[in-house]
């Protein structure tokens, strides 16, 4: 039974330039989060999708956007990247939405912005 | 600002020794979640406390839940090389968005 995978493991990007973060959900769960961590600091909640649909959203600008397909696999997009957005992006997959379900969380993408 | 404060930040015991860190909301939580990150790994769930004034254990770990719903700890006694890595609570402060706390960085030393 696999887990919750991300792709890629890395990325160094540029200034500016956009960003497409990948996530596929345990087997099973059907809602999907994302989450930043910075160095040093706890995940910050991004949102949450279920049923193809973004369901809650944390205090991130809307150059921060996701997309869920109807297998539960998700994307993450950061457009205009800022130095700022490096940092771990981890996905999160639940049984279902809201935030009494345990989180899985996955091995994350390392973003690096120079 | 900040809504869920860990303290302490950081905590080097002696193997063998105990271990306790808290966790405190600004408001009510409906349930708190606990998680352990290793160094260079993702947050991977330990336990759910859901009442007011719950305990749970877990072979050495010991959760609490507090009676107002806004604080909780986790103790672990004697503490092993294998309980290093950071600390979180987590829990829904703003409607179903879980929230984080800044998390209490572990170190085991033999």
């Known amino acids: 039974d696999a887990g919750v995978t991300q792709s890629p493991t890395h990325l160094i990007k540029t200034r500016g330039q956009q960003v497409t973060l990948r996530c596929s959900p345990k087997s099973g769960h059907d809602t999907v989060s994302w989450y930043q961590q910075a160095l040093g600091q706890g995940p910050q909640f991004i949102f949450q999708y279920y049923e193809e649909e973004e369901r809650q959203r944390g205090n991130f600008p809307d150059r921060f956007s996701g997309h869920q397909f109807p297998n539960y696999s998700s994307e993450l997009n950061v457009n205009a990247l800022l130095l700022g957005d490096s940092a771990l992006y981890l996905c999160a997959s639940s049984p279902s939405a809201g935030s009494s379900y345990e989180q899985y969380f996955g091995p994350g993408t390392r973003l690096t912005v120079t | 600002g900040q809504q869920v404060m860990q303290i302490p930040q950081y905590q080097h015991v002696q193997e063998g020794e105990d271990f306790t860190t808290y966790c405190n909301s600004s408001t009510t939580l409906s349930n708190i979640q606990w998680y352990k990150q290793r160094p260079g790994g993702h947050p991977v769930f330990l336990i759910q406390?859901?009442?007011?004034?719950e305990v749970k254990k877990q072979k050495r770990l010991t959760f609490q839940f507090g009676e107002a719903k806004k604080n909780s700890s986790l103790h672990i006694t004697a503490t092993q090389t294998t309980d290093v890595g950071t600390y979180f609570c987590a829990g829904p402060v703003r409607g179903n968005k879980l929230t984080f706390g800044t998390g209490t960085q572990l170190k085991v030393e033999l």
């Open positions: 406390l859901v009442k007011s004034g």
